[in-house]
């Protein structure tokens, strides 16, 4: 788990200097202004050198800077996405076990039509309708994954319902907000904070598949925009490996770092 905290602190610390300008990944204006399309090509895909350690693209930009600033827009959409997914569904997990009947049967109607679809299905059909960008893609990741987080909540509320404090509770008159901060939520919280990791994890790779499509952070320097550049550009067929190799590299760390997190808040929970 150390592992995992050291590395996404490290993200951390990039996304803080990415939004204070540290990382411009300009464009180079020489490549945009060059007539001879030959000279271009000197300073468009330039392999990895002294001055740019990871190549250029085909504007020029130093991948790395581009990568980097792709940490900023990965690390936001996780936390906003994985916020909506765990804020809707410990709220409508809680209703349904706390409160029952017919509030509980409504819930469940409309987590198993949200479940039947299949979910990246759903999340495009939503980020298209929301129109993209930052906005379209976080709702749209979130209003879709909450599901799973409202099964396992609800079925912990109505175990946590028959507890003998919380009963005791009941009989001494405290009221269902109290009972719910002082007693539901710091039991709840476990399944609640690795739930979080697991869907920062999805709606990481859910954004990285959007902007493949195209219909994601557009406008923005994502990594899913330097896979679908390469993709476009056919880096590969043209041996230019350096940007699908840095995107992917940069994606599955985080994704590995996430995971430790994921683990060591699983065992902590078990213990």
Avoid: C
Avoid at 212 to 220: A, K, P
């Amino acid at each position: 788990m150390k592992f995992g905290l050291i590395i996404l602190a490290l993200y951390l610390l990039i996304a803080l200097l990415g939004s204070f300008g540290m990382f411009p990944a300009e464009i180079d204006l020489k490549l945009l202004n060059s007539s001879d399309g030959h000279a271009a090509q000197v300073f468009a895909y330039a392999s990895p050198n002294s001055s740019a350690w990871l190549g250029t693209d085909q504007l020029g930009r130093d991948v790395l800077e581009v990568t980097l600033q792709g940490v900023r827009v990965a690390l936001s959409v996780g936390f906003l996405a994985a916020g909506v997914a765990v804020l809707l569904g410990a709220l409508f997990g809680i209703l349904a076990g706390w409160y029952g009947g017919r509030l509980d049967s409504f819930l469940l109607w409309i987590s198993g039509s949200v479940a039947a679809i299949p979910g990246i299905l759903l999340v495009l059909v939503l980020s298209w309708m929301l129109g993209g960008g930052y906005l379209g893609v976080f709702l749209a990741i979130g209003l879709v994954s909450w599901v799973g987080i409202y099964r396992l909540v609800r079925v912990e509320v109505q175990r946590l319902q028959n507890e003998p404090y919380l009963l005791a509770a009941k009989l001494h008159g405290a009221s269902t907000p109290f009972l719910v901060m002082r007693h539901l939520l710091p039991n709840l919280s476990p399944i609640l904070l690795t739930q979080f990791v697991l869907h920062f994890l999805y709606a990481i790779k859910a954004e990285a598949i959007l902007s493949f499509l195209g219909i994601g952070m557009q406008g923005h320097l994502s990594w899913g925009t330097m896979i679908a550049d390469a993709w476009a550009f056919n880096d590969l067929g043209n041996d230019r490996w350096w940007r699908l190799t840095a995107a992917t590299l940069a994606m599955a760390l985080l994704v590995l770092a996430m995971q430790r997190v994921a683990m060591g808040l699983s065992e902590r929970k078990i213990r």
